[in-house]
């Protein structure tokens, strides 16, 4: 069964400090990955994918992944960080397309606070 | 920006009663998610829809639970009768994949239940 880590839950930085937050998958085959933010009282809003190819992706609002298949981690980077990247942020993998399995694995999130 | 859309934001009812969570999918997509957080958990996949019957679903999706599209906007999901462990964000996703290999899913701001 796919399954997704991130092992911080609550991350302070301060702004214009730069960010990783980290993403570790399980999957049986190539992943399909995602990061995803959730602002308070907002829905989840894509920041990224990775599907094939270069494994660095660049998303929106200045963030990018790296993928790293011999550390099964999908780590998220900004170079600095504003204080409207406060959010909480979610990694997820999805299954394969052509075995019908659709679904997303959602990690817990990581809670991102932006000290001035 | 096309957007996923749903109603109402807040919903509150009794235990037992049933709900039904609306949901407006971008319009030319052709599958259609519902996906649950309870308060300070995880993310988690309910039910995919493609085709007008339901394609996967979770374990937690049983018989109280219910998916349909009623019209050509409208994608809905009905508690038949609600526990007070229901009680949680409902998001509704949509996707419309390009080829049979990628699938990107994008979500609403989500339908907060409370089940008292």
């Known amino acids: 069964a796919q399954s997704v880590t991130q092992p911080d839950i609550h991350i302070t930085v301060s702004e214009g400090a730069s960010l990783e937050l980290r993403c570790n998958y399980s999957?049986?085959?190539?992943?399909?990955l995602f990061w995803y933010v959730q602002s308070p009282g907002q829905g989840l809003q894509l920041l990224l994918k990775y599907f094939s190819g270069d494994t660095l992706v660049q998303g929106i609002k200045g963030f990018e992944a790296e993928f790293k298949r011999s550390q099964s981690s999908f780590n998220l980077r900004k170079p600095s960080v504003h204080w409207s990247d406060a959010a909480e942020y979610f990694c997820a993998v999805g299954g394969l397309v052509d075995t019908g399995r659709r679904a997303l694995t959602f990690g817990s999130g990581t809670r991102l606070q932006v000290q001035p | 920006e096309p957007e996923v859309t749903q109603t109402p934001s807040h919903q509150v009812t009794q235990m037992g009663q049933e709900v039904i969570l609306r949901c407006v999918p971008i319009s030319n997509h052709l599958y259609f998610y519902w996906y649950r957080q309870i308060l300070g958990q995880k993310v988690e996949f309910l039910v995919s829809f493609y085709n007008n019957e339901i394609s996967e679903k979770s374990e937690i999706f049983d018989d109280q639970f219910s998916v349909e599209r009623p019209d050509g906007s409208n994608f809905t999901l009905k508690i038949r009768s609600t526990k007070l462990e229901d009680s949680a964000m409902y998001f509704c996703a949509s996707s419309e994949p390009r080829d049979s290999s990628t699938d990107t899913q994008y979500f609403g701001p989500g339908t907060r239940l409370t089940v008292l």
């Open positions: 999957y049986g085959a190539t992943p399909y």
